[in-house]
């Protein structure tokens, strides 16, 4: 008996399918974020302002190490697991096995999301300060801040790329811990 290939078309279709419903995803979620920091910001004193700047970041680094953990995790143990009912761990098999898509909106959407709403936090951090400060260089500090920013970001994905590859197992089983009961909350299959 021959098992039926799906055609390409189909495949393509799928893949556009996705694409515009990440695109989508992303914009709305972009929205969302960047609401929601800009009212922060403008309603906050510069020490909270720089903590979202960091919560923003440390975010981003968060979701790009869950991106590259489930991209880089063997599936066979969460098998084991699930066939002895641990909690979370059909969620976590489901993750690997839509690895592509998980990677994609961890890495892509939330991470690349966050990358720029962390310049522009540090831009009207800048603005602020400069407000409050009026003594204050613009330029030095504007290249401070953008550079704090990329370095922060650029180290803290080098640290979480590393420790995603070492410990992907454990990231997932936390991960799908948590969807699991994100899941029982709600009600509603995150992952299908």
Same mark, same amino acid.
């Given at each position: 008996?021959?098992?039926?290939?799906?055609?390409?078309r189909k495949d393509k279709l799928n893949r556009i399918k996705w694409v515009l419903l990440i695109t989508?995803?992303?914009?709305?979620?972009?929205v969302f974020m960047s609401f929601f920091s800009d009212i922060i910001l403008r309603n906050t004193n510069l020490f909270v302002s720089f903590v979202l %700047?960091?919560?923003i970041i440390?975010?981003?680094i968060v979701f790009d190490l869950i991106g590259i953990a489930v991209a880089a995790v063997d599936e066979k143990p969460f098998h084991s697991m699930a066939s002895g009912k641990?909690?979370?761990?059909i969620q976590s098999i489901k993750m690997i096995k839509n690895a592509s898509k998980v990677a994609n909106i961890c890495n892509d959407v939330i991470g690349d999301i966050c990358g720029i709403i962390s310049g522009a936090s540090a831009t009207f951090i800048v603005v602020r300060t400069v407000q409050l400060y009026p003594d204050t260089n613009l330029g030095l500090f504007t290249v401070?801040?953008?550079? %704090?920013?990329?370095?922060l970001t650029v180290g803290g994905k080098a640290i979480g790329k590393d420790i995603a590859l070492n410990h992907s197992k454990i990231i997932i089983t936390i991960c799908g811990r948590i969807l699991y009961s994100i899941e029982n909350t709600i009600r509603i299959k995150i992952l299908k």
């Open positions: 008996m021959k098992i039926k290939k799906p055609t390409m989508l995803w992303t914009f709305c979620l972009s %700047l960091l919560f440390i975010t981003g641990v909690h979370g761990s401070l801040m953008s550079s %704090l920013v990329a370095a």
